[in-house]
């Protein structure tokens, strides 16, 4: 699984895997903390954070341009110093007329240094398979890549989680999903005579009287937006180790640091140069940009995990877990069960008896110990809604090595399918994960039904459903994901691999910011089974799309 890859691509993924730590412990709770500080309601939040995804992967573009002319690993680390003082400025509280100013300052530094980040480093990653001995290697090093990068992703939900509960708790307080939202009702003078009798409940189990609501809404409102301060404050440190890593362990990856122009100038450089005909050129263009196409369909289903997802978690989700979904809320046992995944495999794979006794020794005791913290937790544990954005990285790091054993297997034979066919097997997939959030919603009330009520459904499903889904989403994101970035790194003309990954993050920024479209039906009154229905439409029409063009797709890309 490990064997065949440069050293550079394990550098390259740890320090992505740090900068994605901070990132996603910001994201898993930024809705959270738009709501909880300015009161915005689910449009507007959903607004707010579908123009920021959209920055953040329309911005690679202009990176992508600068670094074809100026080099990849310079944009690199100018990209890290710059996301540093926007995630500073992020951490620091202020008060509300300064605090939307500073938010989006930050938003925008965010999203510049993105751009100057991400697409380059994954260029250099592409530059380390230009190399004939490792070409083969292509697919399964970004399936690597991707896999470490989540590794960061599957903690950030329970650090953003832990910090919050930690200095919320210092100033008194205890979290409950619907309080920031009637705080604001309350403040704004919108509240109904339901919701008011459950804001006084609430302010009494709070330690609050109810003559005194204005002191308690505010207080908890200050404390709370004070405590996802902290959470953002994670990213600054995740971001120091990232540029620690990339600097110590440059030689690894010096040689893939080269653009066309540099690798004209120089005399032996392992980056392919290729001169290709305007017609070769003008046709593998055309082949990335019907891909694009489909991309921006599947991110704006799949990015729905920060937003509508998280409002399900919230709004119409058990907020309590018992049984054996509990060991899905205890981070140390689900890492113990990846590790477990990788062992595993390696336990077959192993040539030496010996190492094979090791190896599986070593499983048995990772499954002992996931077992033993399973049952060390108390029969039922209350969880919170961003915990569920851990199960999706969860899942991308164990799936990933049964993921390239069986397109290994299929490629030993000849039948592995082509890296458009799998993007449109992809998008079949997450058709399937919203069906069954389709199913699990059919009975539920409309999200603006529940306003009225003080913002919680009386019927709460089972945390199963959204667990099964993010299953489901993430055998879709393995077959579209790290693939499709493999295949512009393989596919773009060699001048214009910067300008290319760049568009690759251009569409997935489209598809980030329409999943504001789906924020704003959440709240319009239409059937929560059918807002779930519009996101299957929209990925099984992008998967009939993608196949009827497949020859054309295979037929420009076969002399890659």
Not at 27 to 33: G, P, Q
Not at 254 to 260: G, I, P, S
Not at 306 to 315: I, M
């Amino acid at each position: 699984m490990f064997k065949g890859h440069p050293k550079g691509l394990y550098a390259l993924a740890l320090a992505n895997t740090g900068e994605r730590f901070g990132y996603y412990t910001m994201l898993a709770i930024f809705v959270l903390f738009l709501q909880a500080k300015f009161g915005y309601n689910e449009a507007q939040a959903g607004n707010i954070y579908g123009i920021f995804l959209g920055c953040v992967y329309f911005m690679p573009l202009i990176g992508g341009i600068l670094a074809d002319r100026f080099g990849y690993g310079k944009m690199v680390t100018t990209g890290i110093a710059v996301m540093f003082l926007g995630y500073f400025l992020l951490a620091f509280p202020l008060d509300n007329a300064m605090a939307k100013v500073s938010m989006f300052a930050a938003l925008a530094l965010i999203a510049m240094g993105t751009g100057l980040f991400k697409g380059n480093l994954q260029v250099m990653v592409g530059n380390l398979y230009d190399e004939a001995k490792y070409s083969a290697f292509r697919d399964n090093g970004f399936s690597l890549f991707y896999m470490a990068i989540n590794i960061g992703s599957m903690f950030a939900p329970i650090t953003a989680t832990k910090v919050t509960d930690l200095f919320l708790g210092k100033a008194g307080f205890s979290y409950v999903p619907q309080i920031p939202s009637l705080a604001h009702q309350y403040i704004d003078g919108t509240i109904t005579p339901d919701a008011l009798q459950s804001f006084q409940t609430l302010a009494v189990q709070q330690g609050y009287a109810v003559d005194n609501l204005s002191a308690f809404a505010n207080d908890y409102i200050n404390a709370l937006s004070g405590a996802y301060n902290y959470g953002f404050g994670v990213a600054c440190i995740s971001l120091v180790l990232s540029i620690a890593i990339y600097l110590c362990c440059r030689r690894w990856f010096k040689h893939a640091d080269v653009n066309t122009k540099q690798a004209k100038q120089m005399a032996h450089t392992t980056v392919h140069v290729e001169d290709l005909s305007r017609e070769q050129t003008r046709s593998r263009i055309m082949a990335l940009a019907l891909v694009f196409v489909v991309v921006i369909f599947f991110w704006m289903s799949f990015q729905q995990s920060g937003l509508c997802l998280t409002y399900f978690a919230r709004d119409y989700t058990a907020s309590t877990a018992s049984g054996f979904t509990r060991i899905g809320f205890n981070i140390w046992a689900l890492t113990l069960i990846a590790i477990s995944v990788y062992t595993l495999f390696s336990t077959f794979q192993s040539k030496e008896k010996k190492n094979k006794y090791i190896l599986g020794g070593v499983t048995l005791l990772l499954w002992a110990g996931a077992f033993a913290l399973y049952k060390g937790m108390d029969d039922v544990i209350n969880t919170l809604p961003q915990q569920f954005q851990q199960f999706n990285p969860f899942f991308v790091v164990a799936l990933t090595p049964v993921a390239m054993a069986v397109f290994s297997a299929l490629a030993k034979r000849g039948k592995e399918p082509s890296s458009p066919r799998k993007i449109g097997f992809g998008m079949v997939v997450a058709a399937m994960g919203f069906l069954i959030m389709a199913l699990a919603s059919v009975h539920l009330a409309s999200p603006a039904a529940l306003k009225s009520v003080g913002g919680v459904s009386d019927v709460l499903v089972s945390p199963n459903w959204l667990i099964s889904t993010y299953l489901v989403l993430t055998f879709a994101e393995l077959l579209l994901s790290p693939i499709g970035i493999s295949f512009v790194t393989k596919v773009a003309p060699p001048k214009f691999k910067g300008m290319m990954m760049g568009l690759w993050f251009c569409v997935t920024a489209i598809g980030n910011y329409l999943t504001s479209v789906i924020a704003r039906i959440w709240g319009t009154g239409m059937p929560l089974w059918m807002v779930w229905s519009l996101l299957i439409v929209l990925c099984l029409l992008s998967a009939v799309f993608i196949f009827s063009i497949m020859k054309r797709l295979e037929k420009a890309t076969s002399d890659c």
